[in-house]
């Protein structure tokens, strides 16, 4: 059974917050040359709950370097919010990353010498726009909005996988940016605990932020309003997922 039904993805009523167009990526290794990304193009809408979906290797961790501005595309051009990603230098990159988009690991990326209050700090530490008593306060209201502020003084190894991960989306939410990207946050979770996870985004979709949610589980690509599938660096849908 085909797992979209494909729809002409015109944003409607929408602000292109995000533009991809003619995107290539390209390795090269002793083995050849890897074409990850073939001539990629979209657009995202400003408060879209976007996934992006596919197998291993179909360049959905590469989509999301190129979007966040880790990487750099071989050729074509990035737009976000009006500015040209793809000719941002490594330092104008890094601090338009920390305005713009917040990112959700996998693998959680927590420092595990400090506590779940000076993780989720860290962000607007680099940022240097708060004072101090103003970071700690917003580190902790965005704990207590994850529901986990009563932790806010424990270590990352104190807690489970789920409490980690929701740190981390209240890491992310550090700056305010108009951007989350989620690359496989559910990847380590047991089931209950990725619909948990994927609640939290859902509803920061539904606050404004524009989320980008990558994911090779078709039960969460379901779940999606529109649903971007990869395949081999191609975009081979894009639309409504199908529901069984």
């Known amino acids: ?15 292109a917050q995000i533009n991809i167009r003619q995107v290539v990526k390209e390795y090269h290794s002793l083995a ?4 990850a990304l073939k001539s990629v193009s979209l657009q995202i809408g400003a408060g879209e709950f976007v996934v992006i979906s596919g197998k291993s290797g179909a360049g959905k961790t590469t989509v999301v370097n190129m979007l966040a501005a880790l990487d750099r595309s071989t050729s074509g051009e990035i737009w976000i919010r009006g500015v040209a990603v793809h000719s941002l230098s490594s ?8 305005r713009t988009i917040g990112v959700v690991f996998q693998s959680f990326e927590l ?12 962000p607007m530490d680099f940022a240097g726009h708060l004072s101090l008593p103003e970071r700690k306060r917003r580190a902790q209201s965005l704990l207590d909005e994850m529901e986990i502020g ?15 991960q929701r740190v981390a989306i ?6 305010d940016p108009p951007i989350i990207i989620a690359d496989e ?25 524009t989320v980008i949610l ?6 969460i690509a379901r779940q999606a309003p529109r649903n971007i599938q990869l395949l081999d660096g191609l975009i081979i849908s894009d639309g409504v997922p199908v529901q069984n």
């Open 1 to 15: 059974m085909t797992l979209f039904k494909t729809i002409n993805p015109i944003i409607s009523g929408m602000t």
């Open 32 to 35: 050849g040359k890897i074409t």
């Open 91 to 98: 330092e104008q990159s890094s601090a338009w990353r920390g």
């Open 111 to 122: 420092m595990p010498t400090l506590s779940l209050l000076q993780n989720v700090m860290m």
């Open 150 to 164: 009563d932790h806010a003084h424990k270590r990352p190894s104190a807690i489970s996988g789920g409490q980690q």
């Open 170 to 175: 209240a890491r992310a939410l550090a700056n």
């Open 185 to 209: 946050p559910t990847g380590s979770l047991d089931t209950h605990t990725s619909q948990v996870v994927v609640n939290v985004l859902k509803g920061l979709s539904e606050k404004g932020k």
């Open 214 to 219: 990558v994911t090779h589980d078709r039960d």
